[in-house]
Structures are given as C-alpha cells and as structure tokens.
C-alpha cells in the first residue's frame, strides 16, 4: 500500500491544494495526495488555480475543493505548508514543514516560483520515501 500524504495549511485554498495537485501528477506512483485545513473558503484560490493550469495543464477546479482536516482519511505524513501561526495538527507518523510564504495577494511570478518549489519538493519527498529514508 502506499503512503498517504496531507499537506495542510489553515484555509486548504493555495499552497496545500497545489501540494495536493502536483503530488498527483508527480508522485502518484509513490504516494496518495490530499489536503485539507482548519477552515475552508468557498473555492480554491484562482490564482493558484490559473498558475498550475498554465504550467501543469492541471485544471484544481475539477478534481479538488476545499477541506477540512477531519475530512481526509487517515494519513502517514504529515506536510506543513508554513503557517506563519500554528499549523493544524494531524496525526502522522512523520512530519515536516515546508515553510513556504503564501503567494496570495502577490503577482504571477510569486505563484509560479511557489508551484516550482512545491513541484521540487514533492518530487524530493517521493524520492526520500523510495528509498526508504522516510521510515513509516
């Protein structure tokens, strides 16, 4: 069975629901995506939607919403987006955190210089689960 990944902020509507998409472009093999938060908004931020649409013709406003943490099965890790206050909690095995800055309210390249950093890291993280670096 494979992992299954949060990636979770407060509002579950930018940064987490990128980590949520490019997780399943990029590591499906190796891991289940989700994401979810403390509160939720109506819709994903339109921003974050138009940026991963452009560079990954992903279209977020079809395969996901916004989430709760108690709507997300049971995870093995944990990912924090970076909160800048304190991060939801949700029980893992394992847990980092990314610390990214939110890019909302910022322009385009702030977007796109989000969603390749995530891009990077999901790829790191379904390397380090690979080969067994992450012990769950």
Known sequence: MKPKVAFICVHNSCRSQMAEALGKLFAADVFESYSAGTETKPKINQDAVKIIKDLYQFDMNTTQYSKLITDVPAVDI???????????????????????????????????????????????????????????
């Open 78 to 136: 944990v990912i924090k987006m970076g909160c800048n206050v304190v991060c939801p909690y949700l029980s893992s095995k394992y847990e980092e955190d990314w610390g990214l800055e939110d890019p909302t309210g910022k322009g385009e390249e702030e977007f796109k210089k989000t969603a390749l950093l995530i891009e990077e890291k999901v790829k790191k993280l379904a390397a380090r689960i690979q080969e067994g670096i992450i012990h769950l």
